[in-house]
């Protein structure tokens, strides 16, 4: 500290030293714990994020903030304290008229005990009101709920591909896990508006299909075509965000022509009407699946894929949420990985066996 105090002292004077001391104090503590929460945001949440074409606004409120706020709240309370310190250390070494610092060091110059000890009284007591009322603050302006920014409606155009405009072609697709090969000259046709059922033991690769067709894992080999629009995903995971309610983290994958009161009437058919303005952390798993399942319904797409979407759903809630899906669904193309073959039947679907 005293070794910038004399340099800026050198280069700028003495009325804004404290003021540029301060700030080069406190920026390395700030930055750094503002770095460990951006290296710790959910990786899930970001591939969601990513996948639905979310706004840029969105993913800093809704993903970023929840995850960077913690570490943001730490560095401030070691930032705060060092701030005071090195402002009024400062002071002292550049005396700047009417300031803390300046007292401090004529009750040195005078030896006057008495008004020392006051001043550090004061300097402990601003410190300890200005580190409180910013983290109140803080904590205030991040509990302030704001409405999800909506984005604009996908303009769905030709994707180059002669005649065949939405349909999903593979063609000679290979793809590894290290030496463990999951596809190998790999081909495959789904007609745009079908509902396909993809089907294969646990870890046969049905997810990682998934992954190579919404751009989320590189492949070796091969040629892919997709449909030109957005895709609408039901990850393995329900991948929400959980200090959210239902209908916000419906919202925030929404156009501007889906309108809150029809988020709210889809949610309301599959969930308690009661239940929607809760978080969803305090959501059972089938009622967290569900609210997954009506973002997907929702989002502006041109095709939707379902990871295990019946996953933990007893037999009756899954039976009326296949018919919501139907009935919502609007003639986009459907994937859909499952382990019951009588879901094929159930959903209308062609069978895709993955071997």
């Known amino acids: ?106 009750s040195k110059i005078y030896l006057n005990t008495a008004g020392l000890f006051s001043w550090t009284f004061v300097v402990i007591l601003l410190s300890f009101l200005f580190e409180k009322s910013f983290l109140l603050l803080l904590d205030k302006a991040a509990k302030t709920k704001k409405k999800p920014v909506r984005a604009k409606e996908g303009k769905h155009t030709e994707n180059g591909y002669p005649g065949k405009r939405g349909d999903i072609i593979l063609e000679n ?28 033991r646990s870890g046969g690769g049905k997810t990682t299909l998934f992954r190579v067709l919404l751009g989320l894992s590189p492949y070796r080999k091969g040629y892919i075509q997709k449909p030109a629009g957005r895709a609408a995903v039901v990850f393995q995971e329900d991948r929400l965000c959980p200090e959210e309610d239902a209908v916000t983290n419906v919202s925030m994958v929404c156009t501007k022509a889906v309108s809150e009161e029809e988020i709210r009437n889809m949610l309301a058919e599959v969930l308690p009407a009661q239940e929607l303005d809760k978080k969803v952390e305090e959501f059972s798993g089938g009622m967290k699946r569900r609210v997954a399942i009506v973002r997907a319904l929702l989002a502006d797409s041109e095709w939707i ?27 986009r193309t459907l994937l859909v990985a499952t382990h019951q073959e009588k879901d094929v039947d159930t959903l209308g679907a062609e069978l895709i066996k993955l071997s």
């Open 173 to 200: 697709l290979c793809k590894e896990y290290g030496e463990q090969q999951i596809f190998h000259e790999y081909s495959l046709e789904m007609k745009a508006g079908g509902i396909y059922c993809i089907m294969g």
């Open 305 to 331: 894929v379902m990871d295990e979407p019946f996953t933990g759903l007893d037999e009756k809630t899954k039976e009326k949420l296949v018919q919501f899906i139907l009935k919502y669904r609007n003639g």
């Open 1 to 106: 500290v005293a070794s910038f105090v004399v340099l800026l002292l050198i280069w700028a004077g003495s009325a804004k030293l404290s003021v540029f001391v301060t700030f080069l104090m406190v920026l390395p503590v700030i930055f750094q714990n503002v770095l460990g929460g951006i290296k710790h945001t959910d990786k899930e949440l970001l591939e969601m994020a990513r996948v639905f074409e979310m706004p840029f606004v969105n993913k800093i409120r809704y993903i970023y903030m929840p995850a960077v706020l913690p570490f943001v709240v730490s560095g401030c309370k070691a930032a705060l304290g060092l701030s005071w310190k090195a402002g009024i250390a400062a002071e002292v070494i550049g005396t700047p008229d009417f300031s803390i610092g300046e007292r401090i060091y004529m």
